[in-house]
């Protein structure tokens, strides 16, 4: 039998399950990003790119998809998407032909000033302490590490 604390083992009901929870945390963060992003003219997958690349100005795609855990395939046209929109540069490599480097734009490290308040947004939305919400992503770098792994 099955206690608010422990799910037996095998449940199959849907607040027992891990997955769940997941899913439904997610779709509300993403949710509450949305209407901060849209100021930005940036949709969630753009921001996250945008992240790596305010943090270092000229990366590989290669780079980039370890980074963001995603195929060259999912990031090629989110790369277009902002290459048109003006906010990064795509470049061969001078020393390497097959790769190509990502630089940021004029207009995309300008861009990195009005996205300052996105992150103070979300934290104020999650309503976690620092601790609180250095465990979670403690906990969720073990569950992907541990799930990645498997």
């Known amino acids: ?51 790596v690349l305010w943090e270092r100005d000229s990366i590989s795609v290669r780079e ?19 290459e ?10 001078a020393d390497d032909e097959r790769s190509v480097a990502l630089r940021l734009s004029e207009a995309g490290a300008r861009l990195r000033e009005r996205a300052g308040t996105v992150p103070l947004a979300i934290g104020d939305a999650m309503g976690l302490t620092p601790e609180q919400d250095a465990l979670a992503k403690q906990l969720l770098r073990l569950l992907t590490s541990n799930v990645s792994a498997g």
Do not use: I, W
């Not at 980039?64 to 902002?82: H, Y």
């Not at 048109?84 to 490599?93: F, I, S, T, V, W």
């Open 1 to 51: 039998m099955s206690t608010a604390s422990e799910p037996a083992e095998g449940s199959l009901l849907l607040d027992d399950q891990l997955c769940f929870a997941l899913y439904a945390a997610s779709r509300a963060v993403t949710a509450r990003y949305r209407p901060l992003l849209d100021e930005l003219g940036l949709t969630y997958p753009q921001y996250l790119v945008m992240l």
């Open 64 to 82: 980039l998809g370890a980074s963001l855990q995603l195929e060259s395939s999912t990031l090629s046209p989110l790369l277009k998407r902002l």
């Open 84 to 93: 048109a929109n003006g906010l990064l540069h795509r470049e061969r490599r």
